[in-house]
C-alpha cells in the first residue's frame, strides 16, 4: 500500500505556554507512527496567527532544530478561521489533520483518523463524547446553536469543532471556495458528503487561556448562518405578513368595537406596547437583513482571506 505523508496544521496565536510542549507530543506521535510505517513522513506546520507574545520565537526555535517542521507567519491575526485556511492551503502533505495548538483534542486519535483513511474516507471528523470540559454557559450555547443549523438547514455535525483529517483532494477542492467569511466545519459538506468520524474525550487547556472570547464565539455562530442560508431573511418575511394580518385584524377589532359595539377603546398602554412590539420586530429584520448586505460588502470587496509575511520550510 502507498504510504502517505502526513501534514499537522496548527493555527496558534498567543500560544507561548502551549507550543513547546505541543511540539513534542506531536513530534513523538509522528515518529511512532513513522516507524510502524503508517505513514511515509510528516510535517507539521504551525501557523502563526500575528501572535502579540514571543510564540513566533518560540516556533522559530523549534523550526531550526527540526527538519519536520513549517511555519507560515502571517501578517496579522486574521481570526482562527482563516489562520486554519492559511495552514490547510499551504501545507504539502498527502493527508492534513488540524488541530489546535492546545491539544485539547486527543492528537492520539490522529492514528485512528489515519487508519480511516485508508479504508477510504477522505473526510474524518474528531467528534467530542461529552462538553465537560465546557461551562454550562458554553455548553448552552452550542447545543441549542446546532439545533438551530439543523433546523435551517446548514449541514453540521454535533460536537465536531475543526480536528479533522482531509485529503490533498479535498483541499484542493477548497481552494475553489472564493468565500471570505469561512466557516469551515460546514464547507466541507459542500464538497464531500461522504466522512467517518473518530470519538474523543477533550480535556481542559492545560496552559493560557481560550482565545475565543463570546464575541468572537458569537461571530463564527452568526457566519455559521448567514454563510450558509437565507432562511432567517425568509422567516422575517413570513413573520412580516403574520404581523402584517394581525394589525388587520386588530383594526378591524377597534373599528366595530367604537362604531358598532360602542366600547370603550383602552388608551396609551396598549398603543404605546404595540409600538414597542413592532420596533422591536422591524430592528430585528433591519440587523437580520443587515448582515447579510454586510457579508455582500465583505465578499464583494475580495479582500484576501490572510497575507503571509513569510513561510519556513526545510523544502520537502
Ligand atoms: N486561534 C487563532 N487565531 C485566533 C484565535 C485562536 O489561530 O484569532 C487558535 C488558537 O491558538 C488555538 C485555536 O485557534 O490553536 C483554538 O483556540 P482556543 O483553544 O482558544 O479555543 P477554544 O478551545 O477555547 O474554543
Ligand atoms: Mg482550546
Redesign the pocket.
Known sequence: MKKEILSIV??????SE?TESSFRILQQLCNSWKEKTLIADYELLF?N??STDDTFDILKKIYNKNKNVSIVNLRK????Q???TAGLFESTGDIVVS????L?DDPEKIEEMIQKYHEGFEMVLGIRKDRSTDTFFKRLFAETYYKILRKIGVKSVYNH??FRLLSRGIIDDLKKFPERVRYLRSLIFEIEPRYACVYYARTK?KF?????TFS??LSLAIDGVTSFTAQPIRLLSVLGFFMFILSIVCTVIVFFGKFYWHLGIPGWASLALIVLFFGGIQNLSLGVVGEYVSKIYIENKARPLYLVRDIYTHGK
Open positions: 496548527v493555527p496558534c496565536y498567543n500560544e502551549t501557523v496567527d500575528g491575526n486574521s481570526g482562527f482563516a489562520a486554519l488541530i489546535d495548538a492546545d485539547q469543532g475543526d487547556r493560557g487561556q481560550s482565545k475565543f468572537k464565539s
